[in-house]
């Protein structure tokens, strides 16, 4: 079954088209990445998907509900979470804080600025925010303030922060990017386990190999268009994407 449908987008900045006429459909419970060479169009095609950038024509569907023109926050209410490149965190706060403003948002559908003078009687919110810590390796960090954690464990504060939400489609731009082949290992791993849970995911990723240990379908984007799209073993091999990604070197 489809969980997002997008149909005929089309993105200009001035003279030049970003996105041109891109189909694109994802099904529900699998790991569809999106790779492309620099300036391919995959941020901008982010944007439109979550409500920062609004397509010029075409169609965004996340199930029955058209995203087109919802705002960004509206799409998060409605089950869309992302994890962007430079991790959204607050970091004056410790990591167990920063995980109970979005589960709180998530319970009472808004957040007070003065959450935490109540907090030690909301056992369940603490529980669940410690839960999704737990979930992603950082429970014993809990207390240490956020701005002092390594690139690779911020990316993993934002992603327990997203799942704190219970997301349905969870959007990741380069959820690897600029970490060690270590840090890269242990993100494959705690996507795959959540992918466990039934939790779709896209995935915009440079690192081929992060695309081929995850992804499900992949779709290769070039200059605004859609190139190629099927199974990670195909397109490795499509003499198309080949030519467009690496200039004709082998994936
Ligand atoms: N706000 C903007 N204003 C003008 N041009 C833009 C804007 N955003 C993107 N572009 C241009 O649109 C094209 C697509 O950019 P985009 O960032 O979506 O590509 P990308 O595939 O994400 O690239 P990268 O892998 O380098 O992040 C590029 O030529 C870029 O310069």
Do not use: W
């Not at 029955?64 to 869309?80: A, H």
């Amino acid at each position: 079954m489809e969980i997002l449908r997008v149909e005929g987008v089309n993105k200009s900045f001035g003279g030049l088209r970003a996105l041109n006429n891109v189909n694109f459909s994802v099904e529900q419970g699998t790991v569809h990445a999106i790779i492309g060479p620099n300036g391919a169009g995959k941020s901008t095609f982010l944007n439109c998907m979550i409500g920062r950038l609004i397509p010029d024509t075409g169609t965004v569907k996340f199930g029955d509900i058209s995203l087109t023109g919802m705002k960004p926050y509206e799409i998060n209410q409605v089950g869309v979470s992302r994890v962007f490149q430079t991790p959204e965190i607050f970091a004056e706060l410790t990591l167990l804080e920063n995980v109970i403003i979005p589960t709180m948002a998530k319970r009472d559908g808004q957040f007070s600025l003065r959450p935490f003078k109540r907090l030690d009687r909301d056992a369940e919110i603490q529980d669940k925010a410690l839960h999704m810590l737990e979930d992603v390796g950082l429970a014993e960090k809990k207390d240490v303030i956020s701005g002092s954690l390594s690139r690779g464990d911020k990316r993993r504060l934002e992603l327990a922060m997203c799942l704190s939400q219970d997301p349905k489609l969870l959007l990741l731009d380069e959820p690897t990017a600029g970490m060690s082949r270590a840090d890269t290992n242990n993100t494959i791993d705690l996507l795959k386990r959540i992918a466990g849970r039934g939790i779709t995911k896209v995935v915009i990723e440079h690192d081929m190999h992060v695309v081929f240990s995850l992804a499900d379908k992949v779709t290769v984007l070039a200059q605004g268009t859609i190139i190629a799209e099927g199974k990670p073993e195909e397109i490795k091999g499509d003499p198309r994407v080949q030519e467009a990604y690496l200039g004709g070197a082998h994936l």
